[in-house]
């Protein structure tokens, strides 16, 4: 079995885990450490491209376990994220960090946020 193969299968099995745990990660601080984690991985080049935006703004929209909360308030959250980062990518890296570190206080929320 390959890296790639394996990288897979383990993406999978998180998802399903996250899956199962949905009815936990319901609190504001794991939305918010998750919109600012979705906008981390789409500037993680230093960059934000628009195919990138739209990749992750889709898959926000598409994932089980956010559906506990209301699509729009997601795509704002994380918008105004990417605004951060593309005026000021250090500032807006902190911010992104503030709102991740406030998971930490749920163990199952920081786990499922990383």
């Given at each position: 079995m390959t890296l790639w193969d394996r990288l897979k299968d383990s993406v999978q099995t998180m998802q399903a885990q996250l899956t199962a745990k949905k009815h936990e990660l319901q609190s504001a601080a794991f939305r918010d450490a998750s919109m600012a984690m979705c906008a981390l991985v789409a500037a993680a080049d230093g960059t934000i491209d628009p195919s990138e935006r739209q990749c992750v703004a889709q898959l926000?929209?598409?994932?089980?376990?956010?559906?506990n909360f209301p699509p729009d308030d997601l795509h704002r959250r994380f918008e105004d994220h990417l605004d951060e980062l593309t005026t000021d990518f250090?500032?807006?890296?902190a911010s992104a960090m503030r709102e991740i570190g406030k998971a930490?206080?749920?163990p199952a929320e920081a786990r499922a946020v990383v």
């Open positions: 926000i929209a598409t994932n089980d376990v956010l559906q250090a500032l807006g890296t930490k206080r749920r």
